[in-house]
């Protein structure tokens, strides 16, 4: 079974940093691909980025490109997001979601399995 809890959201100023970290209670997290996603208010849920299962191959959005890092940690059943040079635009609830399989996509109807989210909060 798996379930997923994240942590490290929080009110951060633009340019700042937050790690997120998503636990997996389960014991199947080193056999599944992993991703992040985000929903601001009045937005849908988007596509942040994902990594395989064994954390070789990674995709962003362009949106994060270049200032988000996704990673994992088999041996903790534990996946990561370090933000660095938060804008306001990157605002959010974050939710970390588990895929089916070992394959990492970017549709949110590829994971069927979520945590519950952390809010992000970027102030100018």
């Known amino acids: 079974q798996v379930q997923l809890v994240e942590s490290g959201g929080g009110l951060v100023q633009a340019g700042g940093s937050l790690r997120l970290s998503c636990a997996d209670s389960?014991?199947?997290?080193?056999?599944?691909?992993m991703g992040w996603f985000r929903q601001a208010p009045g937005k849908e849920r988007e596509f942040v980025a994902n990594i395989g299962w064994s954390g070789d191959t990674t995709y962003y959005a362009e949106s994060v490109k270049g200032r988000f890092t996704i990673f994992r940690d088999n041996a903790k059943n534990t996946l990561y997001l370090q933000m660095n040079n938060l804008i306001p635009e990157d605002t959010a609830a974050y939710y970390c979601a588990a895929a089916r399989g070992a394959i990492a996509r970017t549709a949110a109807t590829m994971y069927p399995y979520w945590g519950q989210g952390t809010q992000v909060t970027v102030s100018l």
């Open positions: 389960g014991r199947t997290f080193d056999n599944r691909a």
